[in-house]
Nanobody
Framework: QVQLVESGGGLVQAGGSLRLSCAASGTIFRVNVMGWYRQVPGKQRELVGAITSGGSTNYADSLKGRFTISRDNAKNTVYLQMNSLKPEDTALYYC???????????????WGQGTQVTVSS
């Protein structure tokens, strides 16, 4: 079984910063792309950004410059550094990872349980 466990969410004032972490554990052969998504009630889940195992990143255009994704391959962990937070960044943030559990298995998408980020004005 594979688990993704997020941490680091919470309440912060506008202009502040938060750092989210997501660790993958369990039977893992290789972790490919890892990413972050967010969702507010009544809206679709949207991509925040993603990072490959080689360190290449992509971000939602609206978040470039404020959010930074990084990862520690040895720990199967991805991070999301969020700066200059705005009330509209308030959402449930989900971690996602494409993982191969054996050398011959297909890459499968796994999701964390979500961590709440609330930005007060």
């Amino acid at each position: 079984q594979v688990q993704l466990v997020e941490s680091g969410g919470g309440l912060v004032q506008a202009g502040g910063s938060l750092r989210l972490s997501c660790a993958a554990s369990g039977t893992i052969f290789r972790v490919n792309v890892m990413g972050w998504y967010r969702q507010v009630p009544g809206k679709q889940r949207e991509l925040v950004g993603a990072i490959t195992s080689g360190g290449s990143t992509n971000y939602a255009d609206s978040l470039k410059g404020r959010f930074t994704i990084s990862r520690d391959n040895a720990k199967n962990t991805v991070y999301l550094q969020m700066n200059s937070l705005k009330p509209e960044d308030t959402a449930l943030y989900y971690c996602n990872a494409d993982i191969k559990i054996t050398p011959w298995s297909p890459s499968t998408a796994y999701w964390g349980q979500g961590t709440q980020v609330t930005v007060s004005s």
